[in-house]
């Protein structure tokens, strides 16, 4: 009968001699998930793969074991009864139900709502939640940055218990069922899961005489007031965290932090692009034609004089640099852009439409050259086509 070789250990985690204790954790890790009975049901390979992981994971994470083998190989570990390097059979030696904690954390901790960490006492106190305050602000606002007061509803820490949660002149108790971890263990053979502890909901405290004011929350609901500053060149959508400003922790925990959210209002004359201004400026057909100056506001709140060239056409953009919005925590300003719209006259007066009807008279193809040149590919197409 011929035996297979085993695989190399190192071939069997897929890393390299190299690695390092925690490359070899992960790895580890990552292949015990993958091949583990319990998401392999009835996969013979599988569970073959899960021990030969194991085993290999045995033989590496001790030091002196793993000395031995990089020296030796396999020959490192015969002569013991048919047993892994783990002192179990087919791998599964006593450190078995440790080396797998971790990955029953991994597995099931967030779904049983346990919380990864070590095993050590638990203080009872939970860091508070994150607040959220949409507010909104102009255009202008955004420019120059301003100091807001806002006032938010929100959970504060008890004065009368100090945030413990305790009745004045009493103390929170370890609790008796999980001994104050928080959490409890319940076995089956070499595998063990934890879960909240069902008495304390996972704080390892409870409270025999809880504040009346609070209920034993350690907190209450109050309104605030907060100062909020907003820099200038804030965008839509800019998000300033306020630390330690949200709800209060639980029974004297860290409180947590408050997220302002800004809006900027539409404006009613400008349109904004990142730094960029633009705004669009109508202007009468005789200042488009014959050219002249016009003024237009800025959203620094001042008037700024554009020169219009003589046969400027609509559309036409004008660039004011560095009339912009400044740049969130930086000196650098954006620009400005006009773009002049001609406007046609309305409501002639009988002399007005004499005057037009004169220029009209006298204009030629120079006059309009773009409508011109249309009307001449438009002739020619449908020239071509009746040939």
């Known amino acids: 009968m011929t035996t297979m070789a085993k695989r190399d250990y190192y071939e069997v985690l897929g890393i390299d001699r190299g690695a390092t204790d925690q490359d070899l954790k992960s790895a580890f890790r990552k292949l015990a998930k993958k091949f583990h009975p319990d998401t392999n049901t009835g996969d013979v390979d599988a569970e073959k793969n899960f021990k030969e992981v194991n085993e290999a994971y045995e033989a590496l994470k001790d030091p002196q074991k793993r000395a031995a083998y990089d020296q030796f190989g396999h020959a490192a570990f015969e002569g013991m009864g048919g047993r892994g390097p783990g002192?179990?059979?087919?791998?599964?030696?006593?450190?078995?139900?440790?080396?797998?904690?971790?990955?029953?954390?991994?597995?099931?901790?967030?779904?049983?709502?346990?919380?990864?960490?070590?095993?050590?006492?638990?203080?009872?106190?939970?860091?508070?939640?994150?607040?959220?305050?949409?507010?909104?602000?102009?255009?202008?606002?955004?420019?120059?940055?301003?100091?807001?007061?806002?006032?938010?509803?929100?959970?504060?820490?008890?004065?009368?218990?100090?945030?413990?949660?305790?009745?004045?002149g009493t103390n929170p108790t370890t609790c008796p069922t999980c001994s104050g971890a928080g959490?409890?263990?319940?076995?089956?053979?070499?595998?063990?899961?934890e879960r909240p502890c069902p008495t304390c909901h996972g704080r390892?405290?409870?409270?025999?005489?809880?504040?009346?004011?609070?209920?034993?929350?350690g907190r209450v609901t109050k309104e605030r007031t907060l100062s909020v500053n907003i820099p200038p060149g804030v965008e839509d959508g800019t998000r300033i965290r306020l630390a330690g400003e949200g709800e209060a922790g639980m029974r004297g925990g860290p409180a947590g932090d408050l997220y302002i959210f800004l809006s900027i209002e539409p404006h009613s004359i400008f349109q904004r692009d990142g730094a960029d201004i633009f705004c669009r400026v109508p202007i009468s057909m005789t200042t488009a034609a014959l050219g002249g100056q016009i003024e237009v506001p800025t959203v620094e709140?001042?008037?700024?004089?554009?020169?219009?060239?003589?046969?400027?056409?609509?559309?036409?953009?004008?660039?004011l640099k560095g009339k912009g919005m400044p740049v969130l925590r930086s000196k650098l300003t954006g620009d400005m852009y006009i773009q002049v719209e001609a406007e046609t006259p309305t409501k002639l007066t009988?002399?007005?439409?004499?005057?037009?009807?004169?220029?009209?008279?006298?204009?030629?193809?120079?006059?309009?050259?773009?409508s011109q040149s249309f009307f001449d590919r438009m002739k020619g197409l449908f020239d071509g086509k009746t040939s």
């Open 183 to 193: 959490k409890i263990r319940a076995s089956q053979g070499f595998f063990t899961i």
């Open 350 to 370: 009988r002399r007005q439409r004499e005057l037009l009807e004169e220029f009209q008279k006298l204009s030629d193809a120079g006059t309009s050259p773009e």
């Open 204 to 217: 390892g405290e409870t409270i025999q005489n809880p504040c009346a004011d609070c209920g034993g929350a």
């Open 87 to 168: 002192g179990g059979q087919g791998g599964f030696g006593p450190d078995f139900a440790s080396s797998m904690s971790d990955i029953f954390d991994d597995l099931f901790g967030e779904f049983m709502g346990g919380r990864r960490g070590g095993g050590g006492r638990h203080s009872g106190r939970e860091r508070g939640a994150d607040l959220r305050y949409n507010m909104n602000i102009t255009l202008e606002e955004a420019f120059n940055g301003k100091t807001a007061q806002i006032r938010v509803p929100t959970s504060v820490s008890c004065e009368t218990c100090d945030g413990s949660g305790a009745k004045s």
């Open 301 to 319: 709140g001042a008037i700024s004089r554009v020169k219009i060239p003589e046969a400027t056409q609509s559309g036409k953009q004008f660039r």
